[in-house]
């Protein structure tokens, strides 16, 4: 009789530190399987505590918490598949990221992280002893190897578990999203799945937690690294794969494909995703933020919209002396196009109040950057005042672009509480609104159609702090910043590099000055949604006080 095995896989969403509501997370799931007839089932990486929980974990009353509920959800799984969830492990006096196999009322195995990962946002080598590496624990008729998340990515593990006896591997993660990052984990399972002759399961989790954005895209691969499953991205998702003992060995019954899309759709998809997560797992409900008529806060203001419906989302126009007709019109069409509100509140009567509060002081100077700073900061004020008001999370609207090179107001329009947009270059903000005013999914709680009209991507960024003011008074022209900065942040290229790339010396030494000179001000600034591999906060630690220079 030809033997057959059911896997449930649960690509879930947990939420850091809330043990009780993840645990109840997995019994569904574990109930879910139970019913579908499945052998066991599986849930990413870290899910009982959720990820990353950063020096959270090493709190001992947490830890001790998260194992207590660990034994209460085997306790309550007795009868039924077995289950695998992800936790710490405190033992011996050492903390370990752990996979737990229950079963029967208990915890029939429990595997330690061997590799930890230590670059990037990840800094497990100070959370986590590593583990030994653990040997294929058996479910039924199949004998399983877990390397667990980074294990999968070096060839030791998989090998070790596969000598030992293995006949799958399941690989639980906690693996956030960067642009390109499923071909890197595809390309790495591929190589366990030639070097073993194994079957292989990558289970990720979805769901954002502070910058980071979690997306899923779970898949299952069999020998030779034909894809036999692939599971959606950034959405939950409980699917059942079943294997079969063939003469060759086990193998995994073909079943969904899911489509992936591409980088465009991702990246929007990870920063309403993100945003969403930050808002609902902070306890926000509604947000605002000052839309100028600019494309930056055009697109947060569209984020916002697909991430929490239009009627959560309040828009603030604050006009000054210096704001355009045409910007007020903008800032007007965007609301309108989205079916948000849109309160209009004018700072010209505060700007002159604040003005003359500060003329006896600044008598004999001219107006410079201050009073221009001065109406950012009025701004930052009065939208943080209805943000106490009304219980509505403020977002702050900055490009990669301006928050890499201090092109922002600290305490003006730098205030808020999240930034979608914040590791984002400028020239891929435009294209990102081209791509939402021509693309709706099912996903977006916002209207579909044209969102933000073409003239307020099209037309000369500027700040409005003074007449006739152009970004490119003070910046070199966005492609040019952009392929700079990105040599400079995301490829930590020389100077000499990007001048053999075609880029000015001199403009590269300035843009390269602003960037260190404005670290204090990122360290002060929102969080913000992850794409890339090197967006600010973790990927990027550099120190706030910094005399170094390329010298090229």
């Known amino acids: 009789m030809t033997r057959s095995f059911r896997l449930t896989l649960a690509q879930l969403n947990p939420t850091v530190g809330a043990l009780a509501a993840n645990a109840d997370a997995a019994r569904r799931a ?104 653990s040997g294929p624990y058996r479910v039924g008729p199949l004998r ?45 399972m591929v190589a366990r799945v030639v070097e073993t002759g194994l079957p292989l399961v990558y289970l990720n989790m979805v769901g954002g937690q502070d910058d980071q954005v979690f997306d899923g895209a779970s898949f299952v691969l069999n020998p030779g690294g034909r894809l036999a499953v692939q599971l959606p991205p950034f959405d939950k ?18 079943g969904t494909l899911a489509p992936q899309p591409d980088a465009w759709e991702q990246d929007y998809r990870a920063m309403v995703e993100a945003t969403r997560d930050y808002l609902g797992k902070s306890g926000f409900s509604r947000v605002l933020l000052g839309l100028s008529g600019g494309v930056d806060s055009a697109l947060v203001a569209a984020i916002a919209a697909d991430a929490l419906g239009p009627e959560n989302l309040r828009c603030v126009l604050m006009p000054s002396r210096y704001t355009a007709a045409a910007s007020v019109e903008d800032a007007r069409a965007v609301a309108a196009a989205l079916g948000a509100r849109l ?13 003359a509060a500060l003329a006896p002081l600044f008598v004999g100077r001219e107006a410079d950057v201050t009073e221009e700073n001065l109406q950012s900061r009025i701004r930052g004020t009065l939208l943080m005042a209805l943000s106490n008001k009304f219980g509505e999370m403020l977002l702050t609207t900055g490009n990669k672009s301006e928050i890499a090179v201090g092109y922002c107001t600290i305490y003006g329009d730098m205030n808020g509480g999240y930034n979608p947009i914040k590791d984002l270059y400028k020239t891929r903000v435009f294209e990102t609104c081209r791509w939402r005013n021509a693309n709706h999914r099912p996903w977006m709680k916002g209207p579909p159609g044209e969102v933000m009209p073409p003239r307020v991507i099209d037309k000369p960024p500027s700040a409005e702090l003074r007449e006739d003011q152009r970004d490119e008074d003070s910046l070199p022209p966005y492609p040019v910043l952009d392929a700079i900065l990105e040599g400079l942040v995301d490829r930590d290229a020389a100077l000499a590099d990007l001048v053999a790339e075609g880029h000015d010396t001199q403009v590269v030494r300035r843009v390269e000055g602003l960037l260190y000179g404005a670290e204090w001000k990122r360290f002060q600034a929102a969080p913000g949604a992850r794409l890339t591999r090197r967006a600010f906060w973790l990927d990027r630690r550099y120190p706030m006080v910094n005399r170094w220079r390329d010298p090229g």
Request: charged fraction near 20%; proline fraction near 7%.
């Open 30 to 133: 574990w109930e879910a399987a139970r019913t579908a007839g499945a052998d066991m089932v599986a849930l990413p990486e870290m899910f009982l505590t959720g990820y990353q929980t950063q020096d959270l974990v090493r709190k001992p009353a947490f830890a001790r918490a998260a194992m207590a509920e660990l034994q209460a959800l085997a306790a309550d799984c007795a009868q039924g598949p077995a289950l695998g969830i992800g936790g710490p492990l405190r033992r011996d006096g050492l903390l370990y990221n752990a996979y737990f196999i229950l079963s029967g009322g208990q915890v029939m195995a429990s595997l330690c992280k061997h590799h930890l990962p230590n670059t990037s946002v990840f800094d497990e080598c100070r959370l986590y002893a590593p583990g030994d590496i």
């Open 144 to 188: 399983i190897g877990t390397p667990l998340c980074e294990d999968a990515w070096y060839e030791d593990v998989a090998e070790a578990q596969a000598e030992s006896g293995a006949q799958i591997l399941l690989v639980p993660n906690g693996s956030p999203y960067s642009r390109g990052r499923l071909d890197t984990r595809m390309n790495h």
């Open 237 to 254: 998702a409980l699917v059942h794969v079943d294997f079969t003992e063939t003469p060759d060995g086990w193998r995994a019954a073909p």
């Open 343 to 355: 309160d209009e509140l004018p700072i010209t009567g505060p700007q002159e109040a604040m003005e």
